[in-house]
């Protein structure tokens, strides 16, 4: 799931050395903390939050694959 987000967001951003991602498993869910640049911030989201609904939808699929509630959080 990591390798997933980490590879998206670095395709989508200038600055793809300053991608950072990590994930924090609960007992209900898992967290995945996506950081960028804070130039690169908006095209992560896009307009109108496309991207980043796109982004999630992704990895909400990858889990369902492996049974699993996952929560994508852009900081």
């Excluded at 300053?18 to 609960?26: M, P």
């Excluded at 992560?44 to 996952?70: D, F, H, N, P, S």
Aim: charged letters at 35%.
């Amino acid at each position: 799931m990591k390798e997933l987000v980490e590879v998206l967001a670095k395709s989508l951003v200038d600055k793809p050395d300053e991608v950072a991602v990590t994930v924090a498993e609960g007992e209900k869910a898992i967290l995945i903390e996506l950081k960028v640049a804070p130039e690169d911030v908006g095209k992560v989201i896009g307009k109108q939050g496309r991207i980043a609904k796109a982004l999630r939808t992704l990895v909400k699929a990858a889990a369902t694959k492996e049974k699993k509630k996952v929560i994508l959080e852009i900081m």
